[in-house]
């Protein structure tokens, strides 16, 4: 079993910077990849970055540019650098861990973008 907890949350005026960390316990040796989901109100989740054990990540489009996926050295913690933020940013956002075949999840915390 992995557990992850999710930080750094918040309100932020548009065009400001936030940043997302994610800490993973139990069984991290198993974590393939992590990365951030988000869900917009009234929406389906959906991806926004990932990054595996390798170092490669994988970000929406529409976030490239603006976001950076980050892991620490251990490997036990991943971070979501988010500048440029807009309006439609706003959505609670859930860290992601994938240990095939399973994948763990955050519960989530809460990104509003708003003045």
């Known amino acids: 079993q992995v557990q992850l907890v999710e930080s750094g949350g918040g309100l932020v005026q548009p065009g400001g910077s936030l940043r997302l960390s994610c800490a993973a316990s139990g069984t991290i040796w198993l974590i393939y990849a992590m990365g951030w989901y988000r869900q917009p109100p009234g929406k389906q989740r959906e991806l926004v970055a990932t990054?595996?054990?390798?170092?490669?990540?994988n970000y929406a489009d529409s976030v490239k540019g603006r976001f950076t996926i980050s892991r620490d050295n251990a490997g036990n913690t991943v971070y979501l650098q988010m500048s440029g933020l807009k309006p439609e940013d706003t959505a609670v956002y859930y860290c992601?861990?994938?240990?095939?075949?399973?994948?763990?999840w955050g519960k989530g915390i809460l990104v509003t973008v708003s003045s």
């Open positions: 992601n861990a994938h240990g095939p075949p399973f994948d763990y």
């Open positions: 990054i595996t054990n390798g170092g490669r990540s």
